[in-house]
Every structure is written in structure tokens, then in C-alpha cells.
């Protein structure tokens, strides 16, 4: 099993930016992907951008070129990180990070909500 906490969400001001991060724990080495999806009210849930293990990186089009994901994969620990940049209303979400793992399992944080607004 793998043990996913988002932390980094809050309020800022349309143009703003945030870094989201993602600590994964438990069954690390077992990981293929990691990614973050997003939730505004009323929408479904939706890919915001992922990462794999050898580094290849997947971006929805509405966040192309405003957002970058990254990954620490240092010894015996496994963060990935949302950097936020440019910020719109239409950005506002509950921000989930997800783990894929190469046995086709995946596991869900519990969220953290970014509210951009002025």
C-alpha cells in the first residue's frame, strides 16, 4: 500500500502562484507514476499533470506552459511537486495527488484545496 499527504494549497490572488507537494510513503519502489488531478465544484475530476518513474511528464492543455510537476525520488522517500504559476480563477479546485503503481493499483490523498481569487 502506498500513503499519500498534499500539503501547499490556500488562497492567492489571480497571477499568483503556489507549490503544491506530495509525500508518498509505504510501498514506494512499487510506484510507475505519480500524478495530480483537480476537482472544481460541479466538474469532474480531471488530470492536471503526471510523472513516471523514468521522468516523462503528461500536462492537461489548460496548464500547459503555467504549471510543471517534478519528482524527488531520493532514498526511501518519494515527493512529487506541483508548481503553480500564473494562477486563474479557473484554477480553483480541490487538488488530489494519485500513485499508479506498476501492479495497475493506485492509490488518492485526500486533497487540498486552492482558491484563486482576488
Known amino acids: 500500500q502506498v500513503q499519500l499527504v498534499e500539503s501547499g494549497g490556500g488562497l492567492v490572488q489571480p497571477g499568483g502562484s503556489l507549490r503544491l507537494s506530495c509525500a508518498a510513503s509505504?510501498?514506494?519502489?512499487?510506484?510507475?507514476?505519480m500524478g495530480w488531478y483537480r476537482q472544481a465544484p460541479g466538474k469532474q475530476r480531471e488530470l492536471v499533470a503526471a510523472?513516471?518513474?523514468?521522468?516523462?511528464?503528461?500536462?492537461a492543455d489548460s496548464v500547459k506552459g503555467r504549471f510543471t510537476i517534478s519528482r524527488d525520488n531520493a532514498k526511501n522517500t518519494n515527493t512529487v511537486y506541483l508548481q503553480m504559476n500564473s494562477l486563474k480563477p479557473e484554477d480553483t479546485a480541490v487538488y488530489y495527488c494519485?500513485?499508479?503503481?506498476?501492479?495497475?493499483?493506485?492509490?488518492w490523498g485526500k486533497g487540498t484545496l486552492v482558491t484563486v481569487s482576488s
Open positions: 494519485n500513485a499508479l503503481l506498476v501492479d495497475g493499483m493506485d492509490y
Open positions: 509505504g510501498s514506494i519502489f512499487s510506484i510507475y507514476a
Open positions: 510523472i513516471t518513474s523514468g521522468g516523462s511528464t503528461n500536462y
